[in-house]
């Protein structure tokens, strides 16, 4: 396998999983940011979980969760970044829906708008700057995803072999030549996609 | 055009506030020291905060058997809350476009359609503000402190719109402020919040 299509793979799979993770995320933070409910705390307790256990743990519990078909294939790959990404989306959103002052919503809804016309509206573009730098390192920690991916997905060439994984592997078989290639493309592309991203979000905002 | 409030009890973090009135004029003012509640009572009316019981009313209409969003009340806060993210146009029209170009002549903001809201000064920002509330087509006008943070000569052009908008359209104001002298030249009719409990 060429160190182009192992970088393209990851890429792909990473930017799968943010763009899958988006909606439930930008959910589950609003629901946090504006409810209140009962346990709550629990859930929020339990999204920053992957944040303090090690990944390897993560992992271990996920090939548990996962449906036998998924293990060993791309979509294990897939369900492994979402996981270990979303505390990065969630709070980030979290705290942009926070610091959205509920005065603005209130206004929109004297003037007519429903809760989805203020929520698309109003809550999310003033919020969007926040959210945008969350999905980024949320992204940026799916492309580096290896302690959770390695155990739920394995290490199959061609099918499930991530940029991180394929760097430990070289290491261990004592290539450390075709690894440290691996690793300057990965500088390269974890550069220029926060690069990027700093750059649309400049111009969105 | 009446706006009556029957036994209306409003919960505030230190008191109920207890308000028994009716307002039938052009312009209503309602005075009060701050902290008696006068913020909380227009929320009240508009929606925007719960009551512990008592009705609000406007003609025929229960407004507190309403959501906010279908009590057509336009709503000016102190701080007029403009949208940050859209232009003036797209301000003034987000409630909707009713008597669009009437409205946005008499306040003489024709010329910052197209500007940000963030970059106007505080009189453009008052007038942007009473605009996008008139064309919602709303049925009654809430005013919070509309000449707050504004400077003496400015205050009496913004009067003087305010006036305007009491002429031209036909939409009864409740104007909220703390200070009398403030309101000697539009009110109708007067409501003091006190007696705190």
Same mark, same amino acid.
């Given at each position: 396998?060429?160190?182009?299509? %192992?970088?393209?793979?990851?890429?792909?799979?990473?930017? *799968?999983?943010?763009?899958? *993770? %988006?909606?439930?995320? *930008?959910?589950?933070?609003? +629901?946090?940011?504006?409810?209140?409910?009962?346990?709550?705390?629990?859930?929020?307790? +339990?999204?920053?979980?992957?944040?303090?256990?090690?990944?390897?743990?993560?992992?271990?519990?996920?090939?548990?969760?996962?449906?036998?078909?998924?293990?060993?294939?791309?979509?294990?790959?897939?369900?492994?970044?979402?996981?270990?990404?979303?505390?990065?989306?969630?709070?980030?959103?979290?705290?942009?829906?926070?610091?959205?002052?509920?005065? #603005?919503?209130?206004?929109?809804?004297? *003037?007519?708008?429903?809760?989805?016309?203020?929520?698309?509206?109003?809550?999310?573009p003033l919020a969007l700057r926040g959210i945008a730098g969350g999905v980024v390192l949320g992204f940026a920690r799916a492309l580096g995803e290896f302690g959770a991916t390695i155990l739920v997905a394995g290490n199959i060439p061609g099918r499930t072999t991530t940029l991180?994984?394929?760097? #430990?592997?070289?290491?261990?078989?004592?290539?450390?030549?075709?690894?440290?290639?691996?690793?300057?493309?990965?500088?390269?592309?974890?550069?220029?996609? %926060?690069? +990027?991203?700093?750059?649309?979000?400049? +111009?969105?905002? | 055009?009446?706006?009556?409030?029957?036994?209306?009890?409003? @919960?505030?973090?230190?008191?109920?506030?207890?308000?028994?009135?009716?307002?039938?004029?052009?312009?209503?003012?309602?005075?009060? @020291?701050?902290?008696?509640?006068?913020?909380?009572?227009?929320?009240?009316?508009?929606?925007?905060?719960? /009551?512990?019981?008592?009705?609000?009313?406007?003609?025929? !209409?229960? /407004?507190?058997? =309403?959501?906010?969003?279908?009590?057509?009340?336009?709503?000016?806060?102190q701080e007029t809350a403009l949208f940050p993210h859209l232009s003036v146009a797209r301000n003034i029209r987000y409630g909707g476009r009713h008597n669009e170009a009437h409205v946005v002549e008499v306040l003489e903001i024709g010329h910052l359609l197209d500007r940000g809201?963030?970059?106007?000064?505080?009189?453009?920002?008052?007038? !942007?503000?009473?605009?996008?509330?008139?064309?919602?087509? @709303?049925?009654?006008?809430? =005013?919070?402190?509309?000449?707050?943070?504004?400077?003496?000569? =400015?205050?009496?052009?913004?009067?003087?719109?305010?006036?305007? !908008?009491?002429?031209?359209?036909?939409? @009864?104001?409740?104007?909220?402020?703390?200070?009398?002298?403030? !309101?000697?030249?539009?009110?109708?009719?007067?409501?003091?919040?006190?007696?705190?409990?």
């Amino acid at each position: 396998m060429t160190d182009a299509s %192992i970088i393209w793979f990851t890429v792909r799979m990473a930017a *799968l999983a943010t763009t899958l *993770l %988006i909606p439930p995320a *930008l959910a589950l933070a609003w +629901l946090l940011a504006r409810g209140t409910w009962r346990g709550k705390s629990v859930i929020e307790t +339990l999204v920053a979980l992957p944040l303090v256990m090690p990944p390897v743990a993560t992992g271990l519990i996920l090939l548990k969760l996962v449906p036998h078909g998924v293990v060993f294939t791309w979509r294990a790959v897939v369900v492994a970044m979402m996981v270990m990404s979303s505390p990065f989306i969630v709070r980030a959103a979290r705290v942009a829906f926070e610091n959205v002052n509920p005065r #603005y919503e209130q206004i929109a809804r004297t *003037l007519g708008a429903h809760e989805p016309r203020v929520f698309f509206t109003v809550t999310l573009p003033l919020a969007l700057r926040g959210i945008a730098g969350g999905v980024v390192l949320g992204f940026a920690r799916a492309l580096g995803e290896f302690g959770a991916t390695i155990l739920v997905a394995g290490n199959i060439p061609g099918r499930t072999t991530t940029l991180a994984v394929a760097i #430990y592997d070289r290491v261990q078989l004592g290539h450390d030549r075709a690894a440290w290639h691996l690793v300057a493309a990965g500088v390269i592309v974890a550069f220029a996609a %926060i690069w +990027l991203s700093e750059k649309s979000t400049r +111009l969105c905002t | 055009m009446t706006l009556t409030t029957e036994n209306l009890v409003v @919960p505030l973090a230190h008191f109920d506030l207890e308000v028994t009135a009716t307002m039938s004029s052009r312009v209503t003012a309602i005075f009060g @020291p701050s902290g008696a509640g006068k913020t909380s009572l227009l929320d009240a009316i508009a929606g925007l905060r719960p /009551l512990k019981h008592g009705r609000i009313t406007f003609d025929d !209409v229960v /407004l507190s058997d =309403l959501p906010a969003r279908d009590r057509r009340i336009g709503y000016v806060p102190q701080e007029t809350a403009l949208f940050p993210h859209l232009s003036v146009a797209r301000n003034i029209r987000y409630g909707g476009r009713h008597n669009e170009a009437h409205v946005v002549e008499v306040l003489e903001i024709g010329h910052l359609l197209d500007r940000g809201v963030t970059a106007l000064a505080g009189g453009e920002q008052k007038r !942007v503000a009473l605009a996008r509330a008139l064309l919602s087509a @709303p049925r009654l006008l809430l =005013l919070d402190e509309p000449l707050s943070g504004l400077d003496w000569p =400015l205050r009496d052009r913004v009067m003087q719109f305010l006036q305007r !908008v009491r002429d031209d359209f036909n939409v @009864p104001m409740l104007y909220v402020t703390h200070d009398e002298e403030e !309101v000697a030249g539009i009110e109708e009719e007067v409501v003091t919040l006190g007696g705190v409990r």
